[in-house]
């Protein structure tokens, strides 16, 4: 069974930092490529990055750019998504998505990890 | 990097059949055959309705199904059940390797 388990979220201040991992299993983590996709409370869904399964291409949305970075590692079937200079509109439950390689959709979703970024 | 555009809201009776639609542009929607569907329940994470404008992953029902026209992709959901009653995103790949998702339609089933 195809399992994504969020964890690393919380409360932070304006201006933090926060670490967010995404633990896979149920599946060859190494052949999928990852993203993270958030909804602020109360909103709509967010596309905020993707990873290739190797790592060779990674995107961000311009919202995030330069002060989220995105990663994995494959031998631990981990998804990891540092949160820099973070501020209020950051406010959301952060998702981990898998997307087939070659593919364009986000065929498991984890149930979520709460960031709030409030003083 | 504009969402999609979705009505906000629809609604329908049991056993009738509602149509979503979303709207794009040349550089999402309309370039590519990238369109997909998600369905969410209050609480509960996304889950894939559609994918490729028009696939349905194993265990959706056929009463779900997808198209586009130019710029426009819709989801049509047929015969109409409690259950089916959730918010529904579309969302497309663009023009600069990115994912862009519609604002969401919320689903009244009457």
């Known amino acids: 069974e195809v399992q994504l388990v969020e964890s690393g979220g919380g409360l932070v201040k304006p201006g933090g930092s926060l670490r967010l991992s995404c633990a896979a299993s149920?599946?060859?983590?190494?052949?999928?490529?990852m993203n993270w996709v958030r909804q602020a409370p109360g909103k709509g869904l967010e596309w905020v990055s993707s990873?290739?399964?190797?790592?060779?291409?990674?995107y961000y949305a311009d919202s995030v750019k330069g002060r989220f970075t995105i990663s994995r590692d494959n031998a631990k079937n981990s998804l990891y998504l540092q949160m820099n200079s973070l501020r209020a509109e950051d406010t959301a439950v952060y998702y981990c998505?898998?997307?087939?390689?070659?593919?364009?959709?986000?065929?498991?979703w984890g149930q979520g990890t709460l960031v709030t970024v409030s003083s | 990097q504009s969402a999609l555009t979705q009505p906000a809201s629809v609604s329908g009776s049991p056993g009738q059949s509602i149509t979503i639609s979303c709207t794009g542009t040349?550089?999402?929607?309309?370039?590519?055959?990238?369109v997909s569907w998600y369905q969410q329940h209050p609480g509960k994470a996304p889950k894939l309705m559609i994918y490729?404008?028009?696939n349905r992953p194993s265990g959706v029902s056929n009463r779900f199904s997808g198209s586009k026209s130019g710029n426009t992709a819709s989801l049509t959901i047929s015969g109409l059940q409690a259950e089916d009653e959730a918010d529904y995103y579309c969302?497309?790949?663009?023009?600069?390797?990115?994912?862009?998702f519609g604002g969401g339609t919320k689903l009244t089933v009457l």
């Open positions: 969302s497309s790949y663009t023009s600069s390797s990115f994912r862009v």
């Open positions: 040349s550089s999402d929607v309309g370039g590519y055959n990238y």
């Open positions: 990873i290739s399964s190797s790592s060779s291409y990674i």
């Open positions: 998505a898998r997307e087939p390689e070659g593919a364009i959709h986000f065929d498991y």
């Open positions: 149920g599946f060859t983590f190494s052949s999928y490529s």
């Open positions: 490729d404008v028009s």
